[in-house]
């Protein structure tokens, strides 16, 4: 772990050489003598990092002075994770996120339909930055009335059709949405059979004349996937497809191949994945609405996340009565991997925690990748996972949102998001029977200029802020 040492402000000052060179300074913080490594410019040095104001003001390879000084010897220095992917957008979960190395966090699969007040909820600071879509599930819901309290629609919501007037409401919503600064648009055909293909291209086109991605868990499969990104190409969306492993499962490889050809045409599609075998949905959502067909064994595959236990036909339906959250273990290791070491694939949790219990892809995901994927089994190198953590997800918004230009970076001039980490010893130790345990070999991880991991345990510091488009 990276030794903490202690620095008196004002007694010297030492000329800056490097990125940051030319004049003399005290900074608020001093990441001092890690190996800095930014994707972008492929800087993988060890340096010496100044923070002021919030921001990287040196990247330096001359010793610097600080208020506080965090020697990151041996260790490396990294733009802080960003997840594109996180339904836990609460203090619980962001405790564990951020000690996963995550410093902003976005709920942008399922999102919200009350932009404004999502927003909100969460002012006067987080431990990480937030932000989230405008979500056709919750707008769906909405508009015709679905029962479920949940994240998902249970009945109407999902399963029912739409008038067209319904239709009109749902487009008018996502309108009003995105003028309250949502940062994207989120899709779950997968959790909206009753939605034909031609209403989401209608809020497709919603999203085209924003601007925004349309961040989609898609159905059907491999023939699914063509589908969707045929109707996103005809509205002229920018689409991201959230967890490839898990919706592709047996046709990983046919999907990473189309969404590369439709990427060497020129279509704008992106994906990401996860670094686990198992999936986590609510028990009551149209995913499972043919779960009286299943043979018995299938049964077997589900986990109540509430219990631990491993499902029968009896104890699914009673589950299904009741509520709550299932574990899918329904895909190999060869998958995992497969998706992991494709360069398509961005890095996103997925995670959600409910009452302390949950997904261990929330805790650990990417201690995971960067412990197993990267260190003991090196399917990708360290700047490609960096790169998929980071740089990537930042491009994916930046677009609709410029001050993401700012984050998934190492430079001077950027926002000092950063997480520090031992390549040697980082890993994931969350488990499905308990999803909260944190990950390991992040000591330290700053958000905003503040330190919020602090030798591995979470500080008051809440400097976290609303990552959110402009507002019309």
């Not at 001093?30 to 919030?54: F, N, Q, T, W, Y």
Request: glycine content about 14%.
């Amino acid at each position: 772990m990276a030794r903490i040492r202690s620095a008196v402000a004002g007694l010297a000052f030492v000329t800056l050489w490097g990125c940051g060179g030319g004049r003399q300074a005290n900074y608020e913080l001093v990441i001092a003598g890690g190996r800095v490594m930014d994707p972008e410019s492929r800087l993988d040095e060890v340096k010496h990092v100044g923070i002021r104001g919030g921001r990287i003001e040196a990247i330096s390879n001359a010793p610097l002075q600080g208020t506080r000084v965090l020697d990151a010897s041996n260790h490396v220095v990294a733009p802080g994770f960003i997840d594109l992917h996180e339904h836990g957008q609460v203090e619980q979960s962001y405790a564990m996120m951020v000690r996963d190395g995550v410093t902003s966090a976005f709920e942008l699969e399922v999102g919200t339909a009350d932009v404004a007040g999502w927003y909100g909820a969460r002012e006067g600071g987080q431990i990480v930055n937030y932000g989230v879509s405008v979500g056709h599930i919750p707008v769906r819901m909405k508009v015709l009335g679905d029962p479920s309290r949940g994240l998902l629609p249970s009945g109407v919501g999902g399963s029912g059709g739409a008038t067209d007037a319904q239709v009109a409401a749902m487009e008018g919503l996502l309108r009003e949405g995105v003028a309250q600064g949502a940062v994207a648009m989120g899709f779950g055909t997968a959790y909206t059979p009753g939605a034909p293909m031609s209403e989401v291209e209608r809020m497709f086109r919603v999203a085209a004349a924003a601007g925004v991605s349309a961040h989609i868990h898609l159905r059907g499969g491999l023939a699914g996937l063509k589908e969707t990104m045929a109707a996103a190409k005809d509205a002229g969306a920018p689409l991201h497809v959230v967890h490839v492993n898990s919706s592709a499962g047996d046709e990983l490889e046919g999907f990473l191949d189309a969404i590369q050809a439709a990427r060497a045409a020129g279509q704008d599609v992106t994906t990401e994945a996860y670094p686990y075998g198992a999936g986590m949905t609510e028990i009551q959502s149209a995913l499972f609405d043919d779960w009286n067909t299943w043979p018995d064994e299938r049964f077997a595959q589900h986990q109540l996340v509430s219990t631990g236990e491993r499902l029968t036909r009896d104890t699914f339906a009673q589950a299904r009565k009741a509520g709550g959250t299932v574990i899918m273990h329904t895909r190999s290791e060869a998958q995992t991997r497969a998706a992991i070491a494709s360069p398509l694939s961005m890095i996103a949790s997925d995670g959600f925690i409910e009452n302390g219990r949950g997904h261990p892809r929330s805790s650990g995901t990417y201690a995971k990748v960067l412990g197993k994927y990267v260190r003991e089994e090196r399917v990708i190198s360290l700047m490609e996972a960096l790169r998929r953590m980071t740089l990537e997800p930042a491009r994916r918004l930046e677009h609709r949102v410029p001050a993401m230009a700012g984050k998934g970076r190492l430079k001077v001039g950027a926002d000092a998001d950063i997480t520090i980490f031992d390549p040697a010893t980082v890993i994931d130790h969350a488990t499905y029977e308990d999803g909260t345990i944190p990950s390991a070999g992040i000591p330290y991880v700053v958000v905003g200029g503040e330190v919020v991991v602090d030798g591995g345990k979470i500080t008051a510091a809440r400097p976290g802020r609303a990552i959110r488009a402009a507002r019309k």
